[in-house]
Nanobody, 126 residues
Framework: QVQLVESGGGLVQAGGSLRLSCAAS????????MGWFRQAPGTEREFVAA????????YYADSVKGRFTISRDNGKNTVYLQMNSLKPEDTAVYYC???????????????????WGQGTQVTVSS
């Protein structure tokens, strides 16, 4: 069992920055790929970014590429999402998730992830 707790969300003006954190329990955190997803009201949960267990491979949605950076610190069992140049359309609840499956890269499909955090709200005002 893996438990995930997100933090760092809040209200920010357009053009601002936020850094989300996701703290994971469990000794095998460093073995798993991690992902960030987001969901706005009335929409499907969408992929944002993912990172391989080693941190050597990352993948981003086109909508956030160049603005968001995913990273991880396996010593702290934590994955981060640095969000810069935020836009009102980035407003959503952001979730981190664990993918325990062995695969060459990382997945951008929510159904491939096994455990989810409770989410943290990000609101970007115009």
């Amino acid at each position: 069992q893996v438990q995930l707790v997100e933090s760092g969300g809040g209200l920010v003006q357009a053009g601002g920055s936020l850094r989300l954190s996701c703290a994971a329990s469990g000794r095998t955190f460093s073995s798993y790929a991690m992902g960030w997803f987001r969901q706005a009201p009335g929409t499907e949960r969408e992929f944002v970014a993912a990172i391989k267990w080693s941190g050597s491979s990352t993948y981003y949605a086109d909508s956030v590429k160049g603005r968001f950076t995913i990273s991880r610190d396996n010593g702290k069992n934590t994955v981060y999402l640095q969000m810069n140049s935020l836009k009102p359309e980035d407003t959503a609840v952001y979730y981190c998730a664990v993918d325990r499956k062995l695969r060459p890269g990382v997945s951008n499909t929510a159904g491939e992830y096994d455990y989810w955090g409770q989410g943290t709200q990000v609101t970007v005002s115009s």
